[in-house]
C-alpha cells in the first residue's frame, strides 16, 4: 500500500496541471486581495476573508477535476492493468487514490489558508479576527466555515469519484464532475422547498450539501432542514461512505 501511496504522489507531483493549479488559485487570491485593498467598499475584506479570497471555490473545482481525472485516466491510458499485472488488488490501487486525494484536500486548504492569512495582513494589517460575525468571533466562524467546507467537499467527491468510474476519459469524467457540482448545488436549494412540505425527503443527500452552512448557522437552516447539526454531520459522512463503497464496486468490476 506504501508503494503504490508513493506511486499516486509521484503521479500527482509530476503532472503539470497539479501546480498550474495550485498556481492559478494564489494568483486569483492576491487578485481579489488586491481589489480589496483598492475598492474595500466593493470588495470587503471579512467578505473575502471567508471565502479565502475565493480561494475556497477554487479548492472546491481543483479536487473535483483532480479526483475525477485520477481515476479516469487509469482506465484511458490503461495504465491500471500495469498494475494490476504487479499483483496489486484494486482495492489497494482504490485505497491509495483516496488516501492521495484527502492529503491533496489538506495540503490545498492549508495552502489556501495561509495565504488568506498573510495576504490579510498585508492588506488590512488592522483586520480584526475577533469582531463578532453569526454570533461567534470572526476567527471562530473561519474555521468552522472552512471544516464545514471541507466536510461537505468529501461529499461530493465521492460522487465525483463514482461518476468517474463509469467513464472512459479524462475529459468526460472532469466534465461530468462540473456539471454535477453546479447541478447538485442547485438542487439542494430546490430540494428544501420540498422538505417544508414532505418531511421524509430531509434525509435525501442533497440536504446533506448544507451542513458547512448549518454548522456555522445551527438556527437559521436547523428551520430549513430539519434536522440537528450532529445528525446532518453523521449522515453526511454516512452517505460519503457509501458511495465511496458504490464507487468502489464499479471500479472493481470495470473491464480493462
Not at 487578485?31 to 471555490?57: C, D, E, H
Not at 430549513?224 to 445528525?231: I, K, N, S
Amino acid at each position: 500500500m506504501g508503494t503504490l501511496i508513493k506511486q499516486e504522489l509521484y503521479k500527482l507531483n509530476h503532472k503539470k496541471g497539479t501546480w498550474f493549479a495550485l498556481l492559478f488559485m494564489v494568483v486569483v487570491q492576491i487578485g481579489f486581495a488586491v481589489l480589496s485593498w483598492r475598492y474595500p467598499k466593493f470588495f470587503g475584506t471579512q467578505m473575502l476573508v471567508m471565502n479565502n479570497y475565493i480561494g475556497g471555490v477554487l479548492v472546491d473545482f481543483i479536487m473535483i477535476a483532480s479526483a475525477a481525472s485520477m481515476i479516469a485516466m487509469e482506465f484511458q491510458y490503461g495504465t491500471i492493468k500495469q498494475l494490476l499485472y504487479r499483483k496489486y488488488y484494486r482495492s489497494q490501487v482504490f485505497v491509495s487514490k483516496l488516501i492521495v486525494l484527502l492529503m491533496q484536500m489538506i495540503g490545498l486548504q492549508v495552502v489556501a489558508t495561509a495565504m488568506t492569512g498573510g495576504l490579510t495582513m498585508v492588506v488590512n494589517p488592522k483586520f480584526d479576527w475577533t469582531q463578532t460575525a453569526n454570533a461567534m468571533p470572526l476567527w471562530r466562524d473561519y474555521l468552522l466555515t472552512t471544516g464545514g467546507s471541507m466536510l461537505v467537499m468529501l461529499l461530493l467527491l465521492s460522487l465525483v469519484i463514482l461518476m468517474a468510474t463509469w467513464f472512459k476519459t479524462n475529459a468526460a469524467a472532469i466534465a461530468c464532475g462540473f456539471i454535477g457540482y453546479f447541478v447538485t448545488a442547485v438542487a439542494a436549494q430546490i430540494i428544501i422547498m420540498f422538505v417544508q412540505r414532505w418531511h421524509w425527503l430531509k434525509w435525501n443527500p442533497f440536504t446533506m450539501l448544507l451542513t458547512g452552512n448549518q454548522i456555522v448557522d445551527p438556527k437559521t437552516y436547523h428551520a430549513l432542514t430539519m434536522l440537528d447539526t450532529p445528525v446532518m454531520i453523521g449522515c453526511t459522512l454516512g452517505y460519503t461512505v457509501l458511495f465511496t463503497l458504490i464507487a468502489y464496486l464499479s471500479f472493481r468490476r470495470r473491464a480493462v
